[in-house]
């Protein structure tokens, strides 16, 4: 089985790159975070087309999430239960044996920001959330863009990004809060070379150069873990014509 996370920046316009890479990668499971698209401009038959179910919150011009699926999706949830938020960040479905919970983390602008203060906010009723989801021995997963470098390695120049948002050692600890649930990085269950990214500004060549973040991630439950054979980011899209300033993540399981 092979689960998957990218945040496309606009579907839209990546709609082409997200069937090609389908057409090669064929995940079971892909999250997509930032389709900026409104349900009712949701692609729905290139996707089915495609061979994929497909499940969808959107907001036009932001944020947006979709799971696709090619096993039924069941028990759609659009919310963080605890949390009254008008962004659709959030996507939980059942497919395929798994609860898939698929994220986009809010960004944080700035350290200090009152956005910075609502994004530590939605992770702290993320944690409580996810707790009462994992209070179950179910397989679960959760995938997306956290829009949090998990550590130092994970930055292409930790000094430049010290206390940064992104970095910031709130947005670390928050993260590491939902890691303490017994959920664990699924790339880094694995050996990895160094400077393994998954985010590059389209500012400054900065993926020829790869100045990048590794900030998607695919996080696995207790009773998932055990399955995982391999965690990787697939950096080819990012080299593609009118690309996403992000990367696909993967995981492949065996069970």
């Keep these: 089985m092979k689960l998957a996370s990218w945040n496309v920046n606009s579907l839209n316009v990546r709609l082409p790159q997200v069937l090609e890479w389908l057409d090669t990668a064929r995940p079971n499971l892909l999250g997509l975070q930032e389709t900026k698209l409104t349900d009712e401009c949701f692609p729905v038959e290139a996707i089915r087309a495609a061979g994929y179910e497909v499940a969808y919150s959107g907001q036009k011009t932001y944020n947006g ?33 798994l609860r898939f919970i698929n994220l986009y983390v ?12 609502y994004k530590l906010d939605w992770l702290a009723h993320l ?27 994970d930055v292409h120049d930790p000094q430049e990004w010290r ?3 992104l970095c910031s050692t709130p947005e670390r600890e928050a993260l590491q ?59 080819a899209p990012r080299g593609w014509a009118r690309p996403s300033d992000h990367a696909p993540v993967v995981a492949e399981l065996s069970f």
């Design 65 to 97: 999430v979709a799971v696709l699926s090619r096993s039924p999706i069941t028990d759609v949830l659009t919310d963080i239960p605890t949390l009254d938020d008008h962004q659709r960040r959030v996507l939980a479905v059942t497919a395929a044996g």
């Design 177 to 235: 809060h939902l890691l303490d649930l017994g959920l664990a990085d699924s790339f880094r269950r694995f050996p990895q070379k160094d400077g393994i990214f998954s985010w590059w500004d389209y500012r400054m060549n900065s993926f020829r150069r790869n100045r990048g973040l590794r900030i998607d991630l695919i996080l696995t439950s207790p009773a998932l873990t055990p399955s995982l054979t391999a965690g990787y980011v697939d950096q």
């Design 163 to 165: 206390e940064q948002v």
């Design 127 to 153: 944690r409580t959330w996810l707790a009462e989801e994992l209070a179950s021995p179910q397989r679960l997963v959760i995938v997306g863009d956290f829009n949090i470098a998990p550590r130092d390695q």
């Design 106 to 117: 809010p960004n944080g602008q700035a350290v200090g920001s009152d956005k910075y203060a």
